[in-house]
């Protein structure tokens, strides 16, 4: 039996539940030294089925991987020399979070900020980025 394409959406619809990362301040590291930061933040479409089940509240592993996942990416990408692949690094941050969690609790990582930051432009803004990051469900 074939569902239509309405019937499709819709199942990938129902059963979602949207966090948001706070706002993450990441170091971009190129030949030894920091170059800038990349500020970003994050909504997280997830199974809402999944979430109910967990022991643990899921914000700061979303968090880490989309860290870890900026951290990791190419330097020059993330300073903008180069143009950027957003959808292999939000696709990256979801294959880290279903990693820890089982495929398929992250259905889709959406760009909320995201902005490279070079070091010389960051003491003026070194006041925005006190305080500990707060996630809202």
């Not at 394409?5 to 949207?18: F, M």
């Not at 990416?73 to 880290?96: W, Y």
């Not at 432009?121 to 469900?137: C, H, I």
Request: charged share 20%; glycine share 8%.
């Amino acid at each position: 039996s074939h569902s239509t394409p309405e019937a499709e959406a819709h199942k990938l619809l129902t059963g979602l539940e949207t966090m948001q990362t706070g706002m993450l301040s990441v170091p971009i590291v190129a030949g030894g030294a920091i170059q800038g930061y990349v500020l970003a933040q994050f909504n997280f479409a997830v199974q809402s089925d999944i979430l109910k089940r967990m022991s643990v509240a899921p914000d700061a592993f979303l968090a880490d991987a989309a860290f870890r996942s900026i951290y990791a990416a190419d330097a020059e990408a993330m300073r903008g020399a180069k143009k950027q692949d957003l959808t292999a690094l939000t696709t990256a941050i979801a294959g880290q979070v279903n990693q820890r969690f089982g495929d398929g609790f992250v259905k889709d990582v959406l760009i909320e900020k995201f902005a490279f930051v070079a070091k010389s432009e960051v003491r003026e803004g070194a006041n925005l980025m006190k305080g500990q990051p707060n996630f809202s469900r």
